[in-house]
């Protein structure tokens, strides 16, 4: 449980000061290039999706009983997440920490969020954590 909260205030940290915004095209200098077709591929191959998740992944759902609560999603609660389209109606916003990068989804006020990490986990990229879109 310590480790979670020592991992908390540093991404909290790290991410005020690396702070980069648009999507994934324009932030050549920060994530590693080979992250770009692994988050495509994700995205579009549900049995490379399930095979790049650490399950149990832990999260934090969007029902706001269990908020604060620790969380696990399993394979069989898994559904399967497609490519972010946004139309204009929420903003994207990533952080690159060592080899964690943080992809953070908010609509206009900022009150609606989802954040996803993500992690090289030997040669391969994996999602290690998901926040459901909620308040």
């Known amino acids: ?8 205030i540093l991404i909290i940290m ?9 999507n994934p095209a324009e932030e050549v200098s920060t994530i590693p290039d080979d992250f770009y077709p692994f988050y495509d591929r994700f995205h579009s191959d549900s049995l490379f999706q399930m095979d790049h998740i650490i399950f149990p992944l832990t999260g934090e759902p969007a029902e706001e009983a269990l ?9 069989e609660d898994w559904v399967m997440h497609h490519t972010f389209d946004d139309k204009g109606t929420f903003k994207r916003d990533w952080y690159a920490i060592n080899s964690v990068i943080i992809e ?4 206009s006020s900022g009150r609606f969020t989802m954040e996803r990490r993500w992690a090289k ?3 391969e990229w994996s999602l290690i954590y998901y926040k ?3 308040i």
């Open 104 to 107: 953070k989804i908010s609509d």
């Open 14 to 22: 790290v991410a005020f000061s690396c702070k980069n915004k648009g």
């Open 132 to 134: 459901e879109m909620g």
């Open 67 to 75: 908020k604060g609560h620790e969380w696990t999603w399993g394979r």
């Open 1 to 8: 449980m310590r480790w979670k909260w020592v991992l908390s």
């Open 121 to 123: 986990i030997g040669d």
